[in-house]
C-alpha cells in the first residue's frame, strides 16, 4: 500500500481561523485528493490533482483550497474556519491511468473540530 | 445531492448469517470501486467493477455492477467478525467528479 501520511493528527481550532492540513506520500503517484467524511454522508470530494500543475475543484470546494506543493505533498487550507467544517479528512493518492479508474490509497485521516 | 446512495445504512447480522449492501446512483457510472472501513480506521480499496453486469468474487464476497451501470450490490456469505466496518460504493461520474456512497456499517454478534 501507498504510504499516505497526514499531519496533524487531530485538531481544535476557534471559528474565523486559518488552519492548513497536510499531506504526503512516498509511492511516486501523480493524483492526490482531499475528502471529508461526516457521519452519515460518506466521503465527499473536496479537491484533487492529477499532476503538480493540475488542480480541480471536488463536490464541496467552497471554504477551502489546496497547494500542490510538489509531487508527494498536497495541502488543504481552511481560510477561516467555521463549526460545520468539522468533520474527519481524508488524503488519498493514486497512480494515475486514466479517468478515475485508479485504486485510490487514504491516509490515516485528521479529526478536525472548529469551536 | 447525494449522488450515490447506499441501503442500508446500518445493519446487524449474528455472526454466520448473509449481509448484502446496495449501492445506487443518480446517473451512470464508467466503473464502480468498494471500499471498506474499519472503526476508526480509513478506507481501503475491495475492488473494481468496470463491465455492465459484471461479476466478481473475493472468497465470501461477491460484488456486481448492474446492467445500466448506475447500481452495484455486495454479498457476504457466512459473517465473521472480522467483516465488521463500513462498505462504500465510490464511481466517477459525468463532470469529472468522484462520488463516493453513503456507505452501510456492518456489525457482526458474535
Known amino acids: 500500500d501507498a504510504d499516505v501520511t497526514q499531519t496533524p493528527r487531530n485538531r481544535i481550532t476557534k471559528t474565523g481561523k486559518r488552519i492548513m492540513l497536510e499531506c504526503s506520500q512516498t509511492?511516486?503517484?501523480?493524483?492526490m485528493y482531499w475528502y471529508r467524511q461526516d457521519p452519515g454522508l460518506g466521503l465527499r470530494l473536496i479537491y484533487y490533482?492529477?499532476?503538480?500543475?493540475?488542480?480541480n475543484k471536488g463536490e464541496i470546494s467552497d471554504g477551502y483550497s489546496v497547494s500542490r506543493q510538489a509531487q508527494a505533498k498536497f495541502s488543504l487550507s481552511l481560510e477561516s474556519a467555521i463549526p460545520n467544517q468539522t468533520a474527519l479528512y481524508f488524503c488519498?493518492?493514486?497512480?494515475?491511468?486514466?479517468?478515475?479508474?485508479?485504486?485510490?490509497?487514504f491516509g490515516p485521516g485528521t479529526r478536525l473540530t472548529v469551536l | 445531492g447525494q449522488q450515490v446512495m447506499q441501503i442500508p445504512q446500518y445493519q446487524h447480522v449474528q455472526e454466520g448469517e448473509d449481509f448484502t449492501t446496495y449501492c445506487n446512483s443518480s446517473?451512470?457510472?464508467?466503473?464502480i470501486q468498494w471500499y471498506k472501513q474499519r472503526p476508526g480506521g480509513h478506507p481501503v480499496f475491495l475492488i473494481q467493477?468496470?463491465?455492465?453486469?459484471e461479476v466478481k468474487k473475493q472468497k465470501r464476497l461477491t460484488f456486481q455492477f448492474g446492467e445500466a451501470k448506475k447500481n452495484s450490490s455486495l454479498h457476504i456469505t457466512a459473517t465473521q467478525t472480522t467483516d465488521v466496518g463500513t462498505y462504500f460504493c465510490?464511481?466517477?461520474?459525468?463532470?469529472?467528479?468522484?462520488?463516493f456512497g453513503t456507505g452501510t456499517s456492518l456489525t457482526v454478534i458474535p
Open positions: 465510490a464511481g466517477p461520474a459525468t463532470g469529472n467528479q468522484f462520488y
Open positions: 488519498a493518492s493514486s497512480e494515475g491511468t486514466g479517468g478515475f479508474t485508479d485504486t485510490q490509497y
Open positions: 446517473t451512470t457510472l464508467s466503473n
Open positions: 509511492k511516486g503517484h501523480d493524483r
Open positions: 490533482s492529477f499532476d503538480v500543475k493540475d488542480i
Open positions: 467493477l468496470v463491465k455492465s453486469g
